[in-house]
């Protein structure tokens, strides 16, 4: 067979990664809203890469409690409209040229405020699922450039349109991410097959494994 492929050098490696917008709370008691898009799931955990000098990495040092509000396809231009916008005031002289600073970035995104149940910052009511979490672990990389950032997840709203009835599943039929991936936005296509270890009725039988 043919090896097509070739050496590159992308300058960003979001190979289709989900974006979320992170509610954290500023020091005066209002709230931050940043969309990021480098998350993933362990368990009842989220690992969170942010930029070291970013504004919610300052808050989340100082702030532990958070909001992880998942963003559907049809939020990607609320999404867009945060991009170019940051917390931090004065803006950090290496986002001068690119970023502005906003204060009030729900009204600045078109989103909604929710009252939280268990931490402090505010859900996005737009969001379909909105995960209420406290940062427990920090873990530094890229020579200081970024931050890991652990979170537990302590209570996790689902619209009940996106829930197997009678059950605490999200229904991967109904319910799908906004995804970025290479600086576009995306949603996920039709499933093509499930983990055999899913409880909810999928796109199709949940695949044979070959031993071959």
């Known amino acids: 067979m043919t090896d097509t492929h070739k050496v590159v050098r992308p300058s960003i490696l979001y190979f289709g990664t989900p974006v979320v917008l992170l509610s954290t709370e500023n020091e005066d008691g209002t709230c931050n809203l940043a969309p990021i898009s480098s998350a993933w799931a362990l368990g009842q955990h989220m690992v969170l890469g942010l930029l070291s000098e970013s504004h919610t990495a300052r808050n989340l040092s100082a702030r532990p409690d958070l909001v992880i509000n998942v963003a559907s396809p049809d939020l990607w231009e609320h999404v867009e409209r945060l991009a170019p916008t940051t917390g931090a005031d004065p803006v950090p002289e290496s986002k001068r040229a690119v970023y502005r600073h906003e204060r009030d970035k729900f009204s600045a995104a078109g989103l909604t405020q929710r009252n939280s149940e268990v931490v402090r910052p505010p859900r996005v009511s737009e969001c379909a699922l909105q995960l209420e979490a406290k940062a427990v672990g920090t873990t530094p990389g890229g020579g200081g450039r970024f ?30 991410p906004l995804i970025y991936n290479f600086r576009h936005y995306h949603g996920l296509g039709p499933g093509v097959g499930r983990n055999f270890r899913s409880e909810t009725a999928g796109a199709g039988p949940a695949p044979r494994m070959s031993n071959a």
Do not use: F
């Not at 302590?154 to 991967?172: F, K, M, Q, S, W």
């Open 147 to 176: 931050i890991s950032v652990e979170c537990e997840v302590v209570r996790v709203h689902a619209d009940e349109r996106i829930v197997v009835l009678g059950t605490h599943h999200i229904d991967p039929d109904i319910w799908t």
